[in-house]
Structures are given as structure tokens and as C-alpha cells.
T-cell receptor, first 115, second 112 residues
Framework: EADIYQTPRYLVIGTGKKITLECSQTMGHDKMYWYQQDPGMELHLIHYSYGVNSTEKGDLSSESTVSRIRTEHFPLTLESARPSHTSQYLC??????????????FGPGTRLTVL | GEDVEQSLFLSVREGDSSVINCTYTDSSSTYLYWYKQEPGAGLQLLTYIFSNMDMKQDQRLTVLLNKKDKHLSLRIADTQTGDSAIYFCAEKRDQAGTALIFGKGTTLSVSS
């Protein structure tokens, strides 16, 4: 059982608000990821990190930003939420170990609705 | 193409076997994964297979890999109603690379 947590699980918010989606893992994993998943669609990587102070943009362009100040914490922020940001956001982590499966463990997700 | 392809829906009766198919894109992919997603939940890792293997069995789950055709399948024996979920195939293309490339998921519906 993976120890990766996301809060809030559900968020309904108005346009223009600033929001932060929290993600924490207690496994000591170096690599962390944020995926966006629309209903009936595949997951798309929007941000990832190899460790503290490392952040990179993923394959899908996103207006969100991330930070990695602590190994266990990888929050995602939207400065001004819009209806187009309505989606499910999934956080994942994995160990950075060459030759390993690099298996990613997922949190339960945050379902964001912007009105 | 660049996409991982899966059929979108599969419907089976309880007790039957389910076979979910996936076609991936990169012959140099090192690991291939199957994840399960129940409604409102995150992804749960079911199993994975290393690219130099043909088959992996884990209790009711059997993964078959045809590297020549870049085809991966997941067989669930004695399917139960609790197996109803979306199943995602994913490939890892680069040992030191970033994230996994996911298919769109196959919705498995199990009727009693």
C-alpha cells in the first residue's frame, strides 16, 4: 500500500481564485509527478521533479506551477483558476534508482471544478 | 503513432476470464505496467512486466508481452464484480526518463 496523500479530494471554486493542491508522500521517494486526467481520457504529465529544488514541465502544457522545497511535499498552484482547469489531478512518486522498475505510486487524486 | 492504444470497453460475466489488450509504441520501452482505477480513486498498480519477459503470472492476473508486435495483454481469471474498474496500460520508455505514457484506459464492466 502506497503512502501518498492528496488534499483536498474535491474542490469546487470560483473563477479567478488562487488554489494550491497538496501532495505528500512518506516513502522518501525522490521523484514526484503531477498528472492531469480528464473524464474518459488518458493521464497527461504536467509537472515532475527529480528531487528537492528540481521541477520540470511535462508533456502537457499547464498554467499551473509547482515547487519542491521538501522531499516529501510537491504542491501544485493555480494563480487564477478558470473553468478550463476543471479536471482530476493525480500526484505520483517513485524511487530514483537506475535499473529499478521506477514504479510510480499514485495518490487518490483531487477533483477540481472551477465555476 | 505516439499513442498507447487500448480498446475502450469490455463487458464480461462474473466467473468468466477478461482479456484487456494494449498496443504500445516504443520497442525500447523497458517496463510495461497495468494500473487499475476505481471510481473516484487514484491509480493502483496491479502488475508490471520487464521487456525481456514474455509472460508474468500473479494470482488471477496473467500478463502476456509480444515484443515483436508491441502488444501487451492482461488476463483476469474468474472475473468478479469487484474487478469492475478502468484499467490503464502504461509504458516506460527511458531508464532515466520521466513519466509513464498511458493509454486511455479500458472500462471493464462485470455483470452477475
Amino acid at each position: 500500500e502506497a503512502d501518498i496523500y492528496q488534499t483536498p479530494r474535491y474542490l469546487v471554486i470560483g473563477t479567478g481564485k488562487k488554489i494550491t493542491l497538496e501532495c505528500s508522500q512518506t516513502m522518501g521517494h525522490d521523484k514526484m509527478y503531477w498528472y492531469q486526467q480528464d473524464p474518459g481520457m488518458e493521464l497527461h504529465l504536467i509537472h515532475y521533479s527529480y528531487g528537492v529544488n528540481s521541477t520540470e514541465k511535462g508533456d502537457l502544457s499547464s498554467e499551473s506551477t509547482v515547487s519542491r522545497i521538501r522531499t516529501e511535499h510537491f504542491p501544485l498552484t493555480l494563480e487564477s483558476a478558470r473553468p478550463s482547469h476543471t479536471s482530476q489531478y493525480l500526484c505520483a512518486s517513485s524511487e530514483l534508482k537506475r535499473g529499478d522498475t521506477d514504479t510510480q505510486y499514485f495518490g487518490p487524486g483531487t477533483r477540481l471544478t472551477v465555476l | 503513432g505516439e499513442d498507447v492504444e487500448q480498446s475502450l470497453f469490455l463487458s464480461v460475466r462474473e466467473g468468466d476470464s477478461s482479456v484487456i489488450n494494449c498496443t504500445y509504441t516504443d520497442s525500447s520501452s523497458t517496463y510495461l505496467y497495468w494500473y487499475k482505477q476505481e471510481p473516484g480513486a487514484g491509480l493502483q498498480l496491479l502488475t508490471y512486466i520487464f521487456s525481456n519477459m514474455d509472460m508474468k503470472q500473479d494470482q488471477r492476473l496473467t500478463v502476456l508481452l509480444n515484443k515483436k508486435d508491441k502488444h501487451l495483454s492482461l488476463r483476469i481469471a474468474d472475473t468478479q464484480t469487484g474487478d469492475s474498474a478502468i484499467y490503464f496500460c502504461a509504458e516506460k520508455r527511458d531508464q532515466a526518463g520521466t513519466a509513464l505514457i498511458f493509454g486511455k484506459g479500458t472500462t471493464l464492466s462485470v455483470s452477475s
